[in-house]
């Protein structure tokens, strides 16, 4: 079955950037998204790509998609400690959000 | 704005019990998800339905059933609660689009 993948932990420092990565085997992907997970509570779609587009950029978010290697990455430009949280990729097949793969999930520190 | 409430964000039960765990969703969205989230496993679909009285498995079935009567609500039920059901519950929505609304979650404890 399809199986998408991300490192458990990722620290930054405030300011910085942070680049969370996500791979993913479903080559039939029409989307893929981001979805933050503040503690206590669910799941909150940040952005998303189409499976044509190689970048999105969303104010201080930018994506990018590399269809070959099946690589996704989230690029979050000057962090705040307000973005420590952990962050799912997450494919979807053909059809949309009828039905997601989520990844591991990527806890991010942001340290002052 | 969406919202999805679920039943309860705490729950302890014996093991053994039978469990219900309800979200309901105001949106009057088709599409209604039923996952496990634990750490390091990251969210697992347990159950889904794409209408009313429909359902599909999904990854972990086993050990769970799912009631959906109403468009807006679907039931998670746990016949006989047993320790490695221990865990956080979260249930979502969706039209056919890409977004699905996820609710606060239900942290479900059996001992």
């Known amino acids: 079955g399809e199986d998408v993948e991300q490192s458990l932990f990722l620290s930054v420092r405030e300011g910085d950037s942070s680049v969370i990565n996500c791979t993913y085997t479903?080559?039939?992907?029409?989307?893929l998204y981001w979805y933050k997970q503040e503690p206590g509570a669910g799941l909150q779609l940040l952005t998303y790509i189409f499976s044509n587009m190689d970048m999105k950029q969303d104010q201080r978010l930018t994506v990018l998609l590399n269809k070959k290697d099946k690589h996704l990455s989230l690029r979050i430009a000057d962090t705040q400690t307000g973005d420590s949280a952990i962050y799912f990729c997450?494919?979807?097949?053909?059809?949309?959000?009828?039905?997601?793969?989520f990844g591991t999930g990527t806890q991010l520190k942001v340290e002052l | 704005d969406v919202k999805v409430t679920q039943s309860s964000r705490y729950l302890v039960k014996r093991t053994g019990e039978k469990v219900f765990l309800e979200c309901v969703q105001d949106m009057d969205h088709e599409n209604m998800f039923w996952y496990r989230q634990d750490p390091g496993l990251g969210l697992r679909l347990i159950y889904f339905s794409y209408d009313v009285k429909m359902k599909e498995k999904g990854d972990i079935p086993e050990g769970y059933s799912v009631s959906r009567e109403k468009k807006e609500r679907f039931s998670l039920i746990l016949e006989s609660a047993s320790t490695n059901q221990t865990s956080m519950y979260l249930c979502?929505?969706?039209?056919?689009?890409?977004?699905?609304?996820f609710g606060p979650g239900t942290r479900l404890t059996v001992t």
């Open positions: 479903d080559s039939s992907s029409t989307y």
């Open positions: 979502a929505s969706s039209t056919y689009s890409y977004e699905q609304y």
């Open positions: 997450a494919e979807s097949g053909a059809g949309g959000g009828n039905k997601l793969t």
